[in-house]
């Protein structure tokens, strides 16, 4: 599904004022690039205090939910937060796929992660039964309550 | 008036609760012994929300037990809470 990348950088837009709010109550700095549609969240894995960058890969958003990963900013290495369960949970961290959840596109199948049990990826607000956030700063909340639970980076 | 009297304080706590998408939050006053999972699903149809499994995340970040006293998930007069999705991953 093509979404156009005026049309994404306008619906990204809509939502940045609440995303940067709700990073700056938890002491996250935000960045947004509208030429590569890179949203990017830095700040300290809340654990150990490494220093953490989440990613947010818009394109096609919101027709298709973002690609979330993860990175040392020191060195632009892929890393990931150890998973621990969230209220007898399971963590959203996964080996497979960074985060497995529906409003990570890196979770369905189509994006070679585990899961095609959830109608592919263009239809992942429809999907019930499991964690839901369906705004970028509702997204990043989950990320953040699941990184607390978490006992630091891999 | 007893000493745990004076301690407890009264039986409602007042929050401000943020919907992470907002950025104005509303207020809630709710007794101390009312469900987290409730009070979530209250201030997520002050939102407008049709959330599943609504809960709070604390200042800290933590996610907060839907099934616990809101004065027992720490919940104190005062705080700040976010709504967020009370779900795990899979």
């Not at chain 1, 030429?35 to 027709?63: C, M, N, Q, W």
């Amino acid at each position: 599904m093509t979404v156009p990348k005026a049309t994404t950088v306008a619906t990204v837009e809509e939502e940045l004022l609440g995303v940067r709010c709700y990073a700056e109550r938890h002491g996250w700095a935000v960045s947004w690039d509208p030429e590569t549609l890179r949203l990017t969240f830095d700040g300290t894995h809340p654990s150990d205090k490494r220093p953490l960058r989440v990613i947010a890969a818009l394109d096609g958003y919101r027709a298709l939910p973002p690609a979330w990963s993860f990175e040392d900013p020191g060195t632009g290495a892929a890393c990931l937060p150890k998973p621990a369960p969230v209220l007898g949970q399971s963590s959203i961290f996964h080996d497979g796929c960074g985060i497995c959840a529906p409003f990570n596109r890196c979770a369905y199948k189509q994006h070679a992660g585990p899961h095609q049990d959830w109608g592919g990826p263009e239809s992942w607000l429809n999907v019930r039964g499991h964690v839901q956030a369906t705004t970028l700063a509702a997204m990043f909340a989950v990320i953040v309550g699941h990184l607390k639970a978490s006992p630091g980076i891999k | 008036m007893s000493k745990d009297d004076k301690t407890q304080g009264p039986p409602t706590i007042t929050v401000k609760v943020f919907e992470p998408s907002s950025p104005s939050p509303k207020e809630f006053t709710w007794q101390k012994t009312m469900r987290v999972g409730e009070a979530a699903r209250e201030a997520a149809a002050a939102f407008g929300l049709a959330a599943e499994d609504p809960t709070f995340q604390n200042s800290s970040g933590e996610i907060l037990d839907r099934n616990k006293p809101l004065v027992a998930a720490g919940v104190r007069d005062g705080d700040t809470l976010e709504l967020v999705s009370a779900g795990g991953g899979v």
